[in-house]
């Protein structure tokens, strides 16, 4: 069975730090790019931090450069957001998301993704 299950969401003061996990289980997540994703409330989910698995291109939104950081760990079939300095912003449930790439494929998982159930993130103090 194809799974991506996320951990680590939680309640956070703003400015800590805080690390999500996804580990896939059902297929060999080396050969998916793969990403974090974030929906507020209220907002359409938006990408925020991505790797291609092709050529290992990395993306990060704009908003969370130089304060998150997206790693991967094929042999554990696992991939982490590390997230510094959070903000107020930064609120929302996060997903994973795991996309076998193709020819011209974006850096990002889209359409013919397998989704993660989503962890909820709140930053407040």
């Known amino acids: 069975q194809l799974r991506l299950v996320e951990s680590g969401g939680e309640l956070v003061q703003p400015g800590e730090s805080l690390t999500l996990s996804c580990v896939a289980s059902?297929?060999?997540?080396?050969?998916?790019?793969i990403g974090w994703f974030r929906q507020a409330p209220g907002t359409e989910r938006e990408e925020i931090s991505c790797i291609r698995a092709t050529d290992g291109d990395t993306y990060y939104t704009d908003s969370v450069k130089g304060r998150f950081t997206i790693s991967r760990d094929n042999a554990k079939s696992t991939f982490t957001l590390q997230m510094n300095s959070l903000k107020f912003e930064d609120a929302g449930v996060y997903y994973c998301?795991?996309?076998?790439?193709?020819?011209?494929?974006?850096?990002?998982?889209?359409?013919?993704?397998?989704w993660g159930q989503g962890t909820q993130v709140t930053v407040s103090s």
């Open positions: 059902g297929f060999p997540l080396g050969y998916y790019t």
């Open positions: 998301a795991a996309e076998l790439p193709f020819s011209g494929s974006p850096t990002c998982p889209g359409a013919g993704a397998y």
